[in-house]
DNA sequence: TTAATTAACTTAACAGTGTTCAGTTAATGA
DNA sequence: TCATTAACTGAACACTGTTAAGTTAATTAA
């Protein structure tokens, strides 16, 4: 049965040609300007076989979010290595960021746009994403246990850091911050996390010595 | 010249009615579903009428994003009662919270949105927002000065400030915290917004006592 | 009062979007 | 060799934002 498996590693090929090309088009254009026959034309098939690889376009974007997310998976566990859970937090916060500023278009729409999440509900498939907070989570409880980290409810402090992480990012990626000079962005984005952090730890430290 | 200042009271009239018919549908079927037809219709009016008020359908959303602004910025010096301006700035912290909860859609547009941005871009026009930041950071500055915040560059710690609102607020406007339960997200929330300035603000203390 | 002008509005179209379905090839299996 | 299946496309549908030409109605000037 060589046939059957060479069919299915060629629909396979074709699904991966009509992802990249779509992410490749995300890149140029921006997520709003990519038409599924942009996509076709890049490709040079008609339109409509698209429709055969992926239900529809949320279907593309979704599919990518998943990869989004197994990408930024891959790279909080990165972070293991840090042996200081205090560290090793401010470690994941820098890996977040990186991540965001790096690929600003799986960025937004692992974490702004509508369409994925529509097809999550649909799916009732969460775990992707879950996983990735829960692993933050897990951070900040070693931490809570080590005594380096304000006792609070795990989960709103999970949910807190996050959110810090997100707004820092989403205001840069929906070009809200039009008082910084475009060439210092990067910095500032570098110095609000630190901020962050020197404020909830750092201090502390301060105090005692 | 009665006759001219009624035209203009009348073209004003009408595109109050626009705005508040696009607002009023926006609330009901969400941002992205809402179409200058649907608009049109509601109205009583061919699409193309429209046209004769707003330039297109950014300028609509560019000038609900003034107003919305102009709302905040109202609701933000309703804190200026306050002397403390730690408490202040805790108070503006809950007020920011409470418009982008009660009006999802207006926060949307003002910080989410791609749309409204294009157009301040090509018209200049950065002053509305930038008043509201303003007035943050002048908060900040005065809590810096009275020795209440962490000696740090005021602009980086506005931004963050701001970023660690917005986070909180913008993950949950585009639905990413379905880790929670739907009737708890509004205490969630307020209690990040806690959670974070206690941890900036109330270790201090509790470490000194 | 009547004719010319202007303003307000609509009709009908254009180009573009996501999506579907009937039809056409080409590859496979009996 | 022939029937079946898979891969693909052309042409359409129902939408979208937007505009140009045409039609009324209100206003102004004679």
Known sequence: MGIKERKELEKQEMRRLILDTAMKLFLEKGLENVTI????EKIEYSPATIYLYFKDKDDIIYTLHREGFEQLYKLQQTT??????LERLRKQGEVYVSFAMENPEYYDLMFIMRGPVKKIKEM????????????????????????LFPEANIDIATFSLWSYAHGIVSLIIRDRCTMFPEDKIRNIVDEALDFMLGTMFDNKVEIKS
Chains 1, 2 share one sequence.
């Open 37 to 40: 026959r942009h996509i076709a």
């Open 80 to 85: 293991l290595s840090i042996r200081d859970p």
């Open 124 to 147: 009732k498939e969460w775990d992707i994403g879950f996983r990735s907070f829960e692993f933050l989570r897990q951070n900040i409880k070693e931490c809570m246990e080590a005594g």
